[in-house]
Every structure is written in C-alpha cells, then in structure tokens.
C-alpha cells in the first residue's frame, strides 16, 4: 500500500519524538512491502516564528492532500506563561481540527504489567484497565463564543452543541463499543448544565439503535473519582470536549505516564495522531524524552488506513521494549536500563524488522548493537 503522510513534527521534543514514529513506520514498509510518502510541514510556535502563523496556508494545504497526518508537539513555553499573546500555537491545532472537521478524539488507555509500579496508585486497582475514550473534538466551550468585557472585569466563554454534533461522535463510540466489550459510558453534568442534557437526551435515544451495548451514565465529577478508585468498570467513554480534555490526562497516572498516551482526532476523511503529552521544552535536545506515545500514535495511524496486522507490530514491539525495560527515564524500574529517545526507537524498528528473534538478542540493545546476530 502507498501512503502519504503529512509530518507536522512541531515545537520542544516533538522532532525528536516524531522521528522514532516514522523509524517505526519506515521499518513496517519494509517488513510489510509498504510505501510511506512523507510530506513536512510546520505548525505551532515554530511556524509562528518563521511564518507569524500558527498554521501556515502551506501547512493546511499538505494536510488536506495527505492521508493521515501524524503529529509530534505543539506550543513552547514563552507562550504557556503569556496569557495576553493574541497567536499562540495552540491555536494552530484548533483551526486545523476545524478546517479538516476531525470531531472526533479517541484517546487509548491501557496499563502494561511491567510498568503497573510507576503508577500512584496501587496495583490492585489498575492491573487490566483497558479504556477508550471518545471526547468530541470541535464543539462545546473551546470552540464557542469567547467575549471581554471592556473594562476588562468580566469573561465569558459559551458552550454550545448541536444534536448533529453529538450524534456522530455517538455512533462511532457506540460501533467501538461492540467490538470491545459492549458497555459505555456517557460523562456529562446534566444535572446542572442545559448542553449536558442535550448529550444525555441524545445519547439516550441513538443507544436503542446498538441493544447488545449496555449504556451507564456518570457525572464528570464522579467520573473523575472513580478513574482513580475503580478504572476496571470503564470500556469505553463518551464525553464532550472540556470534560474529555481534562479526564483524559487525569487517566494518564493509570498508565505510569503520560508518556505512553497516544491519540487519534478523526473526521468523515481526514485523520491526525499524536500524543497527548505537550511540548516539553525543557528537555528539548536533551535525547531522553519518552518516545513511545508518539510510535503508539503511528499505530493508530496504521489502523485508520486499515493496516491492522501493521499496527499490531507496533504495539507488540512497545509492549516488548517495556517487558525487557529498555525505556526511557520517565519509566524506568530498578532493573530497567535507561535508554535515550533514539536508543528506544531503534529497539521498537529492530523488533518489527526481526519479530522471530528471542528475547536473548534483544538484550544486545543495551551495548548499543543491532539485535540481529
């Protein structure tokens, strides 16, 4: 199969993170008799620096023509500590989410056994935990009318859904939900909010439509509580864009770190994927940021073009990396050895080129050998 792929590597770590997903990609066309056509472009704090446009016209055209755009970070500091900056890099993001109609943001959480004791909570709570989550991606307060007083003492940010709007994201949890363990759940705050009841009007009635999944129903507020307390009961979610965009992270102390998270923002053709982690600017250059979430997004790339066996590799490689501890510093254990973001990429493209190989050869990685004997 002949991809193209649009790269917005992006600001802080994410060229670094960036260029493990695509040594992941390269080593399946090889192993899989794929092309990967790769098509750069610039969005964020970069783009602004070089262009004054957060999403240059370039940029948009690219994503447009490709056929999955695969994305490393967005922002940079001097912008995270300015809140009066009129562009900032996040806004980027928001426009291209708009423009490519990507309404849809689907967010893996799972934990790995080998990493259950970096997570704060304990073992018994988390072991098994195996959620998707799917947040609506272009509605609700982020995308609604935003206003200032002129004195400047009073703010307001309105929230606004249509049933179209949440009708489409409905369906394709709903769809995930039969194939996965049939239950979902629906956060909302429709005991106080009129959107919130709107969702669980909606909701409501497209859930006669899928019988075989059952349908539950918790306030975001006590959705958050027993992320933490009872992740297990969770298959998958549904929620709107605020409550999505904060239970989401909260999930990520499930994981061990937010290290491992990767996602995917979809719409009727186009397709984006990245990691939900930020920028990361302090340890831009540095060689150690956790690459892993960003290889996971390639993964999820490669199930959106249906290349299913393809992305299983990619997983079943980041799942061996951990289980030999070949991981960066974020999620070493005792026994671990602390690799570099390229040392942990090279492993993950040497395992899908020689998945036959024992467990023995891969040791090899620590002396910085290939695991081909």
């Known amino acids: 199969m002949k991809i193209t792929i649009a790269v917005i590597p992006g600001d802080g770590i994410g060229p670094e993170v960036i260029n493990q997903a695509k040594k992941a990609l390269d080593a399946i066309a090889d192993t899989y008799n794929h092309v990967f056509l790769y098509k750069e472009a610039q969005m964020g704090a970069c783009a602004i620096e070089n262009t004054g446009n957060p ?28 809140s009066t900056a009129k562009i900032t890099p996040v806004q980027g993001l928001l426009r291209l989410r708009k423009e490519l109609g990507l309404f849809c943001n689907i967010r893996p959480i799972k934990t790995y056994e080998g990493l259950i004791h970096n997570s704060p909570l304990k ?79 909606t909701v409501t009635e497209i859930a006669k439509e899928y019988a075989d999944v059952s349908l539950e129903y918790l306030f975001v507020d006590n959705a958050a509580i027993q992320l933490i307390v009872n992740p297990k009961q969770f298959d998958v979610i549904l929620t709107e864009n605020l409550f999505g965009d904060i239970i989401a992270d909260e999930a990520s102390v499930i994981a061990g770190s937010v290290g491992l998270l990767a996602s995917a923002s979809i719409g009727k053709k186009n397709g984006l994927f990245k990691p939900i982690h930020g920028h990361l600017s302090q340890f831009k250059g540095k060689d150690y940021a956790n690459p892993l979430a ?26 061996k990396s951990i289980l030999l501890g070949i991981t960066t510093e974020d999620i070493k254990g005792k026994n671990n050895y602390v690799a570099s973001t390229s040392k942990v990429g090279d492993f993950i493209a040497d395992y899908i080129a020689n998945q036959e190989d024992s467990n023995l050869n891969f040791q090899n990685i620590h002396m910085g050998q290939s695991t081909i004997i």
């Open 123 to 201: 073992r018994e709570f988390i072991s098994g935990t195996d959620i998707l989550m799917y947040r609506e991606l272009t509605g609700g307060a982020y995308f609604g009318i935003k206003e200032l007083s002129d004195d400047g003492q009073n703010a307001f940010d309105g929230c606004a859904y249509s049933v179209e709007e949440i009708a489409r994201v409905t369906h394709l949890a709903f769809k995930s939900a039969q194939k996965r363990r049939k239950k979902l759940t629906l956060v909302d705050k429709a005991n106080v909010l009129e959107t919130s009841r709107l969702w669980r009007k």
């Open 55 to 82: 999403l240059p016209d370039k940029t948009l055209e690219i994503c447009r023509k490709a056929d999955a755009i695969l994305v490393g970070a967005i922002g940079d500091t001097t912008f995270d500590n300015n």
């Open 294 to 319: 960003s290889i996971l997004s390639a993964a999820l790339l490669l199930q959106h073009v249906g290349l299913h066996e393809e992305a299983f590799a990619i997983e079943r490689a980041v799942e």
